[in-house]
């Protein structure tokens, strides 16, 4: 049996508050370098991606008539590529506001679309 006093190295011996914030810096700075990587190889963060899935949706839909706007399918292939105008637009409003624009990689915008459309969710 184990001494009363017994602490594993792992521990710390830090109090409950303070771990939470240990695990949050390390997850924030796992995130930063993270998305870091993804910029550097030409792959939107899911964040942005989403944001351009939306435009493209909001666009497809608002482009059917008036009365049919609800009633009009959405063609697969015109979102996707609306996906990647407006990701495009996105990054060159970053350039023209003085930010460093992402140059985004075709091949990575399709693994990040794959990723986030063709993935089952992770709580079905």
């Known amino acids: 049996m ?12 830090e109090t409950g508050a303070r771990r939470i914030g240990r695990i949050r810096r390390q997850t ?5 370098d993270m998305r870091q990587h993804w910029k550097n ?12 899935i939306v435009d493209a949706l909001r666009d497809s839909i ?3 008539p008036e009365g049919a706007r609800l009633s009009t399918p959405v063609d697969p ?3 996707l590529r609306g996906v990647a105008r407006k990701l495009v637009e996105r990054s ?11 140059v985004y990689a075709m091949q990575e915008v399709v693994v990040g679309l ?3 459309l063709l993935q089952r969710p992770k709580r079905a």
């Open 2 to 13: 184990r001494e009363p006093s017994y602490h594993p190295a792992q521990s710390y011996l």
């Open 28 to 32: 924030a700075n796992r995130m930063r």
């Open 41 to 52: 190889i030409g792959r939107p963060d899911p964040a942005t991606l989403d944001r351009a």
């Open 62 to 64: 608002l482009s059917a």
């Open 77 to 79: 292939e015109a979102l």
């Open 92 to 102: 060159q409003a970053d350039r023209e506001a003085g930010k460093e624009g992402v």
């Open 114 to 116: 794959q990723v986030r």
